[in-house]
Nanobody, 119 residues
């Protein structure tokens, strides 16, 4: 059974930082691409960060470029999202997701972790 468990969310003031973690189990981690998404109240879920598995290039939503950093530890079956210079508009539930390479659709999702940025 595949499980994705996010952690690291919380309440932070604008300009602060948080580091999210997503621990994966029940899958062959190296066969999956992992992404981060977020959903704010009343808004659709949006992509935040991911990695091109073939090139190793990380890519980000324009709204977080230069502030968020995606990383991955294959030994720990964990991906991270370092979030710096947080803004109130970053407030959302953050989810990690997994897709089996080379498929494009994310098949597995975590329950999410709440990030709240106060102004």
């Amino acid at each position: 059974q595949v499980q994705l468990v996010e952690s690291g969310g919380g309440l932070v003031q604008a300009g602060g930082s948080l580091r999210l973690s997503c621990a994966a189990s029940g899958l062959t981690f190296s066969s999956y691409a992992m992404g981060w998404f977020r959903q704010a109240p009343g808004k659709e879920r949006e992509f935040v960060a991911g990695i091109d598995w073939r090139s190793g290039t990380t890519y980000y939503a324009d709204s977080v470029k230069g502030r968020f950093t995606y990383s991955r530890d294959n030994r720990q079956n964990t991906v991270y999202l370092q979030m710096n210079s947080l803004k109130p508009e970053d407030t959302a539930v953050y989810h990690c997701a997994a897709r089996l390479l080379p498929l494009r659709a994310y098949a597995y999702w975590g329950q999410g972790t709440q990030v709240t940025v106060s102004s």
